[in-house]
């Protein structure tokens, strides 16, 4: 259920104000009701969110350096070190690209040089300078080269790579005419250039082995520094959401709490130097959703956030769908194996790992509940772990086979008739949805339907009790068929009401059909797992070596990798499909609308 919420409403004097939101942070309890305008255009509070952006960017490179923290940190997490090690961070990380720029550049020095030997360039400015001759490098392939090159050029081969020579010419006053490829000389010797790459890979070593240090030690400082930079931003927020009033002197600021809340909110308030006035909202405010359930309902809450929250007038449909998806993701997997599986596992992770975060213990909880259903309803096929448990002749697996066993044809129809009754359950529960909404009478047209389609059903399914096209069946059809044309819409006139019924009457029919038809995924998903799980199991039977020792391990490797697999695809789709049946054909049925704004005190 949605709990009810309190506007409230503060005037505070602009001196008082700051000291004022410090204080309605430490009560925690307000949800601060956020203006559209204000947050992007506020450069301080960009700057702000900026850093902390910047900050989580550092946290997230430090932790893909994938190193082991410190067991003795130095220093205990602190938020100056955290601002300090970011700022040197960046500074080694740009140091860092400009040596990797460095680096590639030299390399491609060296590689350009590497064919021509370690010599002095000098040495050859210093010949012409004292001897006049000048010394021009060239390359082609051996056919090219000439032999007579030598003779009028001085040509020396200096290398030969593959079928490609490099070779120099010495001359003095004389015009160096060959029709190859000239290549620029080298101007520092190659003993140098791979003397500076060196010391470029070893400071780039340096700063790695420093990025590492601050990996090891210094995430947690960073992580309190962010968390102070969001407790400023939140603050920020706050202030930018206050209405200026009587020439700026006054702050008006507006929130929600809940109202469970009340009497401590107020008592709290009245020792600040602050009015407030705590009201009912009116139905045109968008009003933060909190849920309220009990603990088993509260597991799915997740699930419906996925989706979205509802609007503060609308129904909490949580309780309503969580039984059926969880016999639904039972039906998907359909294997007591499996089930068992998840059960168990659920239950031994939760004991091995006792202080994991609150979510992650709702998370298994709610595995714990998906694998019992699974487990439950696999015994309706018998499959476990791929193979048949009424294949047995054990007096329990018998009397379960006489008792609850389903063949395929049942399944089917099983799928069928859940669907039905899970798509007639919305359309009631869409009558109290837009009358708590709306008012009664825009729900007196679904209350025709319902009465429509629920006569029909039994007219169909038991014609004993009242006959299809009896006078009984026919009086319920005309009464239905009433309100259904004339409070389809109750705002207009009769004639556009007859032809939006006509409208709604073709939807309906086409799409319950079609929404009833998606609910046999619910017996194709089990059928497929199963097929899937007994194909593993002939697998690791016929695959398995004819050897006393290698065959078990052979056939327990393809037995565990097998349903492995099969356990974590069917899993998948056993979250997924009913995720859709909830949302698409129950939610739409419902007249669920959603939208609503997750409710979020400001607090440390």
């Given at each position: 259920m949605i709990s009810k919420m309190k506007k409230v409403t503060f005037l505070v004097y602009h001196k008082d104000y700051e000291d004022f939101l410090k204080n309605l942070r430490s009560l925690g309890i307000v949800h601060v009701q956020e203006k559209q305008r204000g947050v992007p255009d506020n450069p301080e509070?960009?700057?702000?969110?900026?850093?902390?952006?910047?900050?989580?960017?550092?946290?997230?490179?430090?932790?893909?350096?994938?190193?082991?923290?410190?067991?003795?940190?130095?220093?205990?997490?602190?938020?100056?070190?955290?601002l300090a090690v970011f700022e040197s961070i960046n500074t080694k990380r740009e140091l860092l690209d400009e040596l990797r720029q460095s680096a590639q550049s030299l390399e491609r020095e060296i590689q350009h040089q590497e064919m021509w030997g370690d010599y002095?360039?000098?040495?050859?400015?210093?010949?012409?300078?004292?001897?006049?001759?000048?010394?021009?490098?060239?390359?082609?392939?051996?056919?090219?080269?000439?032999?007579?090159?030598?003779?009028?050029?001085?040509?020396?081969?200096?290398?030969?790579?593959?079928?490609?020579?490099?070779?120099?010419?010495?001359?003095?006053?004389?015009?160096?005419?060959?029709?190859?490829?000239?290549?620029?000389?080298?101007?520092?010797?190659?003993?140098?250039?791979?003397?500076?790459?060196?010391?470029?890979?070893?400071?780039?070593?340096?700063?790695?082995?420093?990025?590492?240090?601050?990996?090891?030690?210094?995430?947690?400082?960073?992580?309190?520094?962010?968390?102070?930079?969001?407790?400023?931003?939140?603050?920020?927020?706050?202030?930018?959401?206050?209405?200026?009033?009587?020439?700026?002197?006054?702050?008006?600021?507006?929130?929600?709490?809940?109202?469970?809340?009340?009497?401590?909110?107020?008592?709290?308030?009245?020792?600040?130097?602050?009015?407030?006035?705590?009201?009912?909202?009116?139905?045109?405010?968008?009003?933060?959703?909190?849920?309220?359930?009990?603990?088993?309902?509260?597991?799915?809450?997740?699930?419906?956030?996925?989706?979205?929250?509802?609007?503060?007038?609308?129904?909490?449909?949580?309780?309503?769908?969580?039984p059926f998806f969880m016999i639904f993701f039972g039906l998907c997997l359909g294997d007591s194996g499996y089930g068992l599986f998840l059960l168990l596992g659920g239950a031994l992770f939760k004991f091995l790992a006792k202080n994991m975060k609150p979510q992650l213990r709702s998370a298994l909880s709610l595995m714990q509940i998906l694998g019992a259903s699974t487990f439950f309803c696999g015994l309706l096929t018998g499959s476990f772990f791929g193979a048949n448990l009424y294949d047995?002749?054990?007096?329990?697996?018998?009397?379960?086979?006489?008792?609850?066993?389903?063949?395929?044809?049942?399944?089917?129809?099983?799928?069928?008739?859940?669907?039905?009754?899970?798509?007639?359950?919305?359309?009631?529960?869409?009558?109290?949805?837009?009358?708590?909404?709306?008012?009664?009478?825009?729900?007196?047209?679904?209350?025709?339907?319902?009465?429509?389609?629920?006569?029909?059903?039994?007219?169909?399914?038991?014609?004993?009790?009242?006959?299809?096209?009896?006078?009984?069946?026919?009086?319920?059809?005309?009464?239905?068929?009433?309100?259904?044309?004339?409070y389809n819409s109750p705002d207009k006139n009769v004639f556009i009401n007859i032809g939006l019924s006509l409208w709604d009457t073709y939807n309906m029919a086409t799409g319950l059909l079609g929404d009833i038809l998606s609910y046999v995924r619910l017996f194709a998903l089990g059928l497929s797992g199963g097929i899937l799980a007994s194909v593993f199991n002939d697998l690791a039977i016929g695959m398995s070596p004819d050897n006393v020792i290698l065959g078990p391990i052979v056939m327990i490797l393809i037995f565990v990798v097998g349903h492995g697999i099969n356990i974590f695809m069917n899993t998948l789709g056993a979250i997924v499909h009913p995720m859709r049946l909830t949302f698409v054909e129950f939610f739409n049925n419902a007249g669920f609308q959603g939208g609503g704004v997750a409710y979020q005190p400001f607090k440390k």
């Open positions: 509070l960009k700057h702000t969110i900026d850093l902390s952006s910047e900050l989580a960017k550092s946290v997230r490179f430090l932790e893909s350096l994938k190193v082991e923290p410190e067991e003795s940190i130095e220093h205990k997490a602190d938020v100056d070190r955290g002095d360039p000098h040495v050859l400015l210093k010949l012409k300078e004292d001897t006049g001759y000048d010394t021009h490098f060239f390359t082609c392939s051996e056919n090219q080269f000439q032999s007579e090159w030598v003779d009028d050029y001085n040509a020396i081969i200096i290398n030969t790579i593959g079928s490609r020579l490099y070779f120099i010419t010495l001359t003095k006053d004389v015009q160096v005419a060959i029709d190859v490829e000239k290549v620029r000389a080298p101007e520092v010797a190659l003993s140098e250039l791979k003397d500076n790459y060196q010391s470029i890979v070893d400071r780039k070593e340096e700063i790695v082995e420093e990025l590492n240090k601050y990996a090891a030690e210094d995430i947690p400082s960073i992580k309190l520094a962010i968390q102070k930079l969001h407790h400023e931003i939140e603050f920020s927020k706050v202030l930018l959401n206050t209405e200026q009033t009587v020439e700026n002197h006054l702050m008006l600021l507006q929130g929600w709490l809940p109202a469970e809340k009340e009497s401590e909110a107020s008592k709290y308030l009245e020792g600040q130097q602050a009015y407030y006035e705590i009201t009912n909202p009116t139905p045109d405010e968008e009003v933060p959703i909190k849920l309220k359930n009990n603990r088993f309902i509260k597991l799915f809450e997740p699930i419906l956030e996925l989706y979205m929250l509802p609007k503060y007038n609308e129904m909490d449909l949580t309780p309503f769908f969580a047995l002749n054990w007096p329990i697996a018998q009397w379960l086979k006489n008792t609850i066993s389903l063949d395929h044809g049942q399944m089917f129809e099983l799928s069928l008739v859940l669907g039905v009754i899970q798509i007639m359950f919305g359309k009631i529960l869409e009558i109290f949805n837009r009358t708590v909404q709306f008012g009664f009478k825009y729900a007196i047209s679904t209350i025709g339907w319902v009465l429509l389609l629920f006569s029909t059903l039994i007219a169909i399914l038991l014609p004993g009790v009242m006959p299809l096209g009896g006078t009984i069946h026919l009086s319920l059809v005309v009464l239905s068929v009433l309100p259904i044309c004339l």
